[in-house]
């Protein structure tokens, strides 16, 4: 069955954001994707051996820090490629509790954006 890829999804631990914002190549991944960028296209931009970039993009796509969709080509050929899943990072901390969450806002996706998802989405149950 197709996963929704406009469903709610639950928001990852502040020990999981904190972590992985810790990780300096993680956060030159976040900081390069200003587009939607495949890994071949990372790699070459941020300089990061190609095993431990996969480890990267597994972690932060695990976390919902990034979200990888499928670039559709004319040719048949198509590729995985990653775009941020969020614009913000909020780390919360409630008043009464003083228990801290975490809060991601996310950007409104294009129109292509939302086709890639689909379709990204679609060929997996393929």
Do not use: N
Request: with cysteine.
């Amino acid at each position: 069955m197709v996963r929704d890829p406009y469903a709610v999804e639950e928001e990852p631990s502040v020990e999981e954001v904190l972590d992985i914002l810790a990780d300096d190549d993680a956060r030159t991944i976040i900081q390069t994707l200003h587009e939607p960028m495949t890994a071949k296209e990372l790699q070459e931009r941020c300089d990061i051996p190609e095993s431990t970039l996969y480890r990267k993009l597994d972690r932060l796509t695990e976390a919902g820090l990034l979200h990888q969709q499928t670039r559709i080509r004319r040719d048949g050929r198509h590729t995985s490629e990653y775009v941020p899943a969020f614009s913000e990072v909020m780390i919360l901390r409630d008043g009464e509790t003083g228990e801290f969450t975490v809060e991601l806002t996310k950007p409104r996706k294009r129109a292509d954006e939302r086709l890639a998802e689909l379709w990204s989405e679609v060929s997996k149950e393929l």
